[in-house]
Every structure is written in structure tokens, then in C-alpha cells.
């Protein structure tokens, strides 16, 4: 036997992991919304470069998992069930959906069915605005649930629960930022106080491993957060990133100790300013939004304690998104004001803008940005895809319409073909595989 041929072997299924990248959470395999997939579309309408069109059960915010020839979507249907369902990559046909909650219902644009699945090629993870959290194997076999609601009372946050959780070193990690007391109706129960916290479970079992209570001195819905914990590897190791209740904290991976804070994103101290991007990192800094177009902010990595005023490396208040969480591609920094449809670059270490120009879409835009293949994309809440040059200069390269509003969900990116989801249906475009 060729000696050599093993190596061959594991070279080659090197190559086709590369080339078949996972987009196993809601950012992507990076967790900066970006993905090293090539050989994708610019142009597309309904009909051309669409492999398949899958009819989803319900609108929802959230973004599908892709791993292998499975697909994970969360939705609700019209009875108000809460459903997890996994298609077939490569004919977009359900191979099963499970029931993993009730009691669906919408407040302004969101409902319980925002958070987007996780997975690790083996499990899948699906978390509900209800409280509900499960882990599935790929035959839709449930391995275990949570009920956070019975936990520790009903969810309160304003526009309901929308961040995703994460699955990163074999630990799952969810957050739950919400406002104490609580005050709306919707979260009023028997039990008088709420509490914030990190917690992390064994993905395996569902078993807590442990639970950080997260402090604030922020006001009423200020102390909320929809964004997604953020894994980062600091100088003080492996590190979990929450932004919320007016500051980002890092937390060791292994023990949820915080580790540091960093304020200034709600400088007027209003009440009503919730954060929803997450954190996104590139070297040695972490960058945060504020409430309500606040602030751009650049945080530099390796303090302890309150580092407000000595890690704040740069600050950008005009343009700062509200919603869209900024994207990491090729250590270049890209974010997207969706309100004033304004898209631009930043200098990552300065914050000097190195270029800006119109997002070309009708309203506004909800979904995050995603990057591959020196290409940015991202679809307004309209139903229009717009695909940019991620270059030295601003340059639009397509804007393509699937309409089917309202489109909040961001795209996901594997192998070749785009994931994109409306309000009815979840569309592959690119190549047939």
C-alpha cells in the first residue's frame, strides 16, 4: 500500500471541509458573519440560480444552520406551535419537524420564534422566545429540554426573547438580559423579580455547568439585550462577549467569571434603549453598538475590571447601527446603519471610515450583514438583496428582489449557494448540488 496515500486522503477531506464550509450558527463559522465558501451568485431572481423553494410554516427572524446535506429552521405555524425543522440540503424538502413549544405571539416585528438554532454536526439546539430550550440529534430524536419560563419566570423583555445561543469548546452558552421588575404584561407571573445572567449547560445532557449573574446599573429597558453571546480568544484566555444593559462584559469561557466591563454605550443613560447587535471581534478588539444608533465603539482587549475609561480605543456616533450587527471579512470591518441605509468601512484599530455610501433598498433593514468571497450581502426587511464589493471603495454589484415582506432574517452562507428567508419561504440560490 502507498504509504502516502493516507495523507492524500486526509488532504483531500481537508480541501472538501474547506470548500464545503458549515454555517453552524447564527454568524456564521467565524462568528463575525463570514464564511471562506466561494463560487456564489451575484445575480438572481424567483426563477434564475434557484436550486430549490422550501414553504416555511411561519415568518421568523431567524437565520438557518446548515452542516452537511441538513438544513435547521425555527418557526411557528399558524396554531401557534413552535417548531424546529430540519430539510434536506439538497432538494429543501422537511425530513421531519418537531413540536418544541406553544404559545406563540407577536409584539411589533418580533415573536417567540427569533432565535436562531445551533449545531455541532451531531446535535441541534433550538431556543424559543417562550423559555423553551431543546437539544435534537439529526433524526429529530429530542435528547433533552428546558423550560426557562417555569425556571425562573417569564421572559422579561420587551420586544421578546431574540438572542441565539452559542455552542463553542463543547459548552453551550445562552443569555438572558432582561428588565427587573418586570412590567410587561406579557412577563407578569407570580414571581415579583428577575434576574440576568450568562449560564452555560452541557450540550450533551442539558446539565448546568454554571450560571453568572450579570449586574447593571442600567434603566428599565436598558437592561435588556437580544444579542448573542460572542466567543474571543483574549490575552486572558478564551473569553464569552455579552453586550447589554449598557455595557459589554467578557467572561472566562470555563467558569463565567466576568473578567472585565466596558461602559459609555448608553452615555445619556435613557431608559428605553435596548441593545440588539452582539459583539464582533477582529485581533485584539471587540466592537459594540449602542442603544438606538448611540454608538459605534472599538474596545481594546486585555483589562480587568471597569475598563471604561482606559480600553475605548475609538468611538463613531454617526451611522452607528441600531439592529445590523457589523461584519469581520479578511481583518476588514464593514457595518450597516439600517435605518438611515448608510453602508460603510472602517479602519478596525483607528475607526476613521475608509469609505460610505447609500444602501440602495427601499425601508428599513434588520437583518445583519454576511460576508464571503470579497462580497457582502445582506437583505432589507422589503425582501431586497443587496450584494456589494468588500474592497477598497464603495461599490454595489447587484441588488436582486425576492420581496415576500417582511424579511428580518440574515442570510446564511454554504458551499456555493446562499440560504435566504422570507416571510413564506426559505430559498437556496446558486447551483443545484
Known amino acids: 500500500m502507498n504509504k502516502s496515500l493516507p495523507l492524500l486522503v486526509v488532504a483531500l477531506l481537508g480541501l472538501m471541509a474547506a470548500r464545503a464550509e458549515n454555517w453552524a450558527q447564527w454568524r456564521g463559522p467565524n462568528n463575525n458573519g463570514s ?82 438554532p445551533v449545531t455541532d454536526g451531531k446535535l441541534v439546539i433550538a431556543m424559543f422566545g417562550s423559555g423553551d430550550l431543546a437539544a435534537l440529534d439529526f433524526s429529530g430524536q429530542v435528547l433533552w429540554s428546558r423550560q426557562l419560563e417555569k425556571e425562573y419566570g417569564k421572559l422579561a423583555i420587551n420586544w421578546l426573547y431574540g438572542a441565539s445561543p452559542l455552542l463553542h469548546g463543547g459548552r453551550l452558552y445562552v443569555q438572558l438580559l432582561q ?78 467569571k466576568e473578567l472585565w466591563r466596558c461602559g459609555g454605550l448608553n452615555p445619556r443613560h435613557q431608559e428605553w434603549g435596548r441593545i440588539v447587535p452582539s459583539v464582533v471581534t477582529c485581533g485584539d478588539f471587540a466592537y459594540a453598538c449602542g442603544p438606538k ?46 435605518d438611515k441605509k448608510v453602508l460603510y468601512r472602517v479602519n478596525p484599530r483607528t475607526g476613521v471610515k475608509l469609505w460610505s455610501g447609500e444602501w440602495p433598498v427601499d425601508g428599513v433593514t434588520r437583518a445583519s450583514l454576511t460576508g464571503a468571497e470579497g462580497k457582502l450581502y445582506g437583505i432589507s426587511e422589503s425582501g431586497k438583496i ?48
Open 293 to 338: 444608533r448611540e454608538m459605534f465603539q472599538a474596545i481594546r482587549d486585555g483589562g480587568q475590571g471597569d475598563v471604561s475609561a482606559t480600553h475605548v480605543a475609538w468611538r463613531i456616533t454617526e451611522n452607528a447601527p441600531d439592529v445590523c450587527t457589523p461584519l469581520v471579512m479578511d481583518g476588514k470591518l464593514f457595518a450597516l446603519d439600517g
Open 179 to 256: 428588565r427587573n421588575p418586570p412590567t410587561y404584561k406579557h412577563a407578569l407571573d407570580d414571581k415579583p423579580t428577575r434576574e440576568s445572567f450568562l449560564f452555560c449547560l452541557d450540550p450533551q445532557t442539558g446539565h448546568y455547568l454554571w450560571k453568572q449573574p450579570r449586574t447593571t446599573e442600567a434603566l428599565a429597558e436598558c437592561m435588556e439585550s437580544y444579542a448573542t453571546p460572542i466567543p474571543f480568544r483574549g490575552k486572558q484566555g478564551d473569553e464569552i462577549l455579552l453586550a447589554g444593559g449598557d455595557y459589554v462584559t467578557a467572561h472566562d469561557a470555563a467558569t463565567g
Open 35 to 116: 464564511t471562506t465558501a466561494t463560487g456564489l451568485p451575484v445575480t438572481w431572481s424567483k426563477t434564475e440560480n434557484v436550486a430549490w423553494v422550501a414553504p416555511l410554516p411561519g415568518p421568523s427572524g431567524a437565520t438557518p444552520a446548515v452542516w452537511g446535506d441538513a438544513l435547521f429552521v425555527t418557526s411557528p405555524d399558524e396554531a401557534g406551535n413552535l417548531l424546529l425543522l430540519c430539510l434536506d440540503r439538497a432538494s429543501g424538502k422537511v425530513r421531519w419537524q418537531k413540536q418544541l413549544g406553544t404559545g406563540n405571539f407577536t409584539k411589533g416585528n418580533n415573536n417567540c420564534a427569533s432565535p436562531s
Open 386 to 433: 443587496v450584494v456589494a464589493e468588500a474592497g477598497n471603495a464603495y461599490k454595489i454589484l447587484a441588488v436582486n428582489t425576492l420581496g415576500e415582506a417582511p424579511c428580518r432574517a440574515s442570510i446564511a452562507i454554504s458551499d456555493g449557494q446562499l440560504f435566504i428567508r422570507t416571510a413564506k419561504n426559505l430559498y437556496c440560490i446558486g447551483a443545484r448540488k
